[in-house]
Structure formats: structure tokens, C-alpha cells
């Protein structure tokens, strides 16, 4: 199984970022998926989650109204459209697919069993 994002940098705050994570040994089309995210000496903070077919989404209150989630599954990828960046959006942001039973808003690893690298969002004038 492998999950790997790209499309993170510095931005500056009002900006835009699109997000992509590409998965890979697991069938993805069948399952929920997340991003999360991590900023420096912080817990993992959920910030949005899409179920297997894309008709549902959930938005933490921190990024409603200006985050998208979004999901191709002919191409086994998620994306995260991001808008109106602001400084606090700064911080590793990662595709997660929450354990069975776990949940779909988790902000613990223990509530998922794979995850990316992670890629680095800044926002910074």
C-alpha cells in the first residue's frame, strides 16, 4: 500500500494550493479517505474527509468554506483544494485511510492503518 502526496510550498496567506495524493495497492475506489494534518509541536488535527463514492464530504470548522475535498477514482487519487490560505493553515498535510470502525473524523494515527509522507504547506507573506 502506498499513499503519496504532492502539490504542497509556500504560499501566501489568501492563496490558493491544490493538494493531490496518488494511492496505490489497495483498491482506493472502495474506501473512505482523509486529510490530515500536522503543524509543528502540534497533535494531528482532521480536516476533511469524502466517502468511497465522492457524494459525501465533511470539513473541520477551521477549513469550512474554503477547503475542497474531492476524489478521482479512475485515477486513485485524492485532492484537497485549498483557498483563502492563512498562516495557521501552516503544517504537514497528510491522505489517511481511517481503520475500520474507527471513525471518519479521526485526529489520532491509532485511528488509521496507512498514511503518506506527508507534504509541507506554509503560508507566509
Known amino acids: 500500500v502506498q499513499l503519496v502526496e504532492s502539490g504542497g510550498g509556500l504560499v501566501q496567506p489568501g492563496g490558493p494550493l491544490r493538494l493531490s495524493c496518488a494511492g496505490s495497492?489497495?483498491?482506493?475506489?472502495?474506501?473512505?479517505m482523509n486529510w490530515v494534518r500536522q503543524a509543528p509541536g502540534k497533535g494531528l488535527e482532521w480536516v476533511s474527509g469524502i466517502n468511497s463514492g465522492g457524494g459525501i464530504t465533511y470539513y473541520s470548522d477551521s477549513v469550512k468554506g474554503r477547503f475542497t475535498i474531492s476524489r478521482d477514482n479512475a485515477k486513485s487519487t485524492l485532492y484537497l483544494q485549498m483557498s483563502s490560505l492563512k498562516p495557521e493553515d501552516t503544517a504537514v498535510y497528510y491522505c489517511?485511510?481511517?481503520?475500520?470502525?474507527?471513525?471518519?473524523?479521526?485526529?489520532?494515527?491509532?485511528?488509521?492503518?496507512?498514511w503518506g509522507q506527508g507534504t509541507q504547506v506554509t503560508v507566509s507573506s
Open positions: 495497492g489497495f483498491t482506493f475506489s472502495s474506501y473512505w
Open positions: 489517511a485511510k481511517p481503520k475500520p470502525r474507527s471513525g471518519v473524523r479521526g485526529s489520532t494515527w491509532s485511528q488509521y492503518d496507512y
